[in-house]
């Protein structure tokens, strides 16, 4: 089996622990900065394309790194917010038959939901590890990332501008590697709330890893609303 160079696994695992220390120290700092930040990724998406569409109708004009720019900011909300997802219990799931079963067997039903989270960003992450069960596979996020950035290669449309060329020698184009650290990263935090909510789970803390029923429970704290 060949496995992937260990520096980006170093990295990866000094992440999760740095989090989850600070998860543990100082959990309602640490949910403070992820809500900001999902909600500055979604301010700024939604500022540059209200941008793009005033530059474009109103002055004929526009940046052609926007596309792109979105594109990245996007990718980030959506991976950091998958393991803020599962921390706050708001992933959508179909639940309805599950919540028929007995106790015992709902339990054992969302600890391998749980698992099979675990194990879904795992692959994601590296799918070498499944040769030990005789699958042809190979490849995978962090052996993508490690490749983006041993050959440096740059965004297609986002630039440095040109004074941080001439001044610090940069490359012409922002590197790939710094806009894709999210796609590793995000996975490795996924495990990290998948692993918190099996336990909590387990220990009869949190009854599954998807929401709950959130929506039943507003339609019954608002259901007098009209009347008044």
């Known amino acids: 089996m060949s496995f992937l160079p260990y520096g980006p696994w170093l990295l990866l695992a ?12 100082k959990p309602e700092a640490l949910a403070r900065f992820e809500e900001n930040t999902l ?14 569409v005033i530059a474009r109708y109103g002055f004929n004009s526009g940046w052609s790194g926007a596309l792109e720019f979105q594109r990245i900011l996007f990718a980030w909300l959506i991976l950091f917010g998958m393991s803020y997802g599962v921390r706050t219990s708001t992933h959508l799931g179909v639940d309805a038959f599950v ?15 749980a698992l ?12 070498d590890w499944l040769q030990i069960f005789g699958a042809d596979t190979k490849g995978g996020s962090v052996f993508y990332w490690s490749k983006i950035y041993k050959i440096n290669a740059g965004l297609d449309e ?7 060329v001439n001044a610090l020698g940069l490359k012409e184009r922002l590197p790939r590697w710094l806009a894709y650290l999210i796609l590793p990263a995000g996975l490795a935090l996924f495990i990290l709330r998948s692993a918190q909510a099996l336990v909590q789970i387990a220990k009869g803390e949190r009854d599954l890893i998807i929401a709950g029923h959130e929506a039943e429970d507003l339609v019954a704290e ?3 609303a009209l009347k008044d």
């Open 14 to 25: 000094l992440l999760v622990l740095v989090y989850y220390i600070i998860d543990k120290l």
């Open 39 to 52: 909600a500055i990724l979604l301010a700024v998406i939604t500022l540059v394309a209200f941008t793009q």
């Open 99 to 113: 919540r028929m079963l007995p106790p015992s067997a709902m339990k054992m039903v969302a600890i391998f939901g």
């Open 116 to 127: 099979a989270c675990i194990v879904y960003a795992a692959i994601f992450l590296a799918a």
């Open 158 to 164: 986002m630039k440095w501008p040109e004074f941080m």
């Open 222 to 224: 608002h259901k007098d």
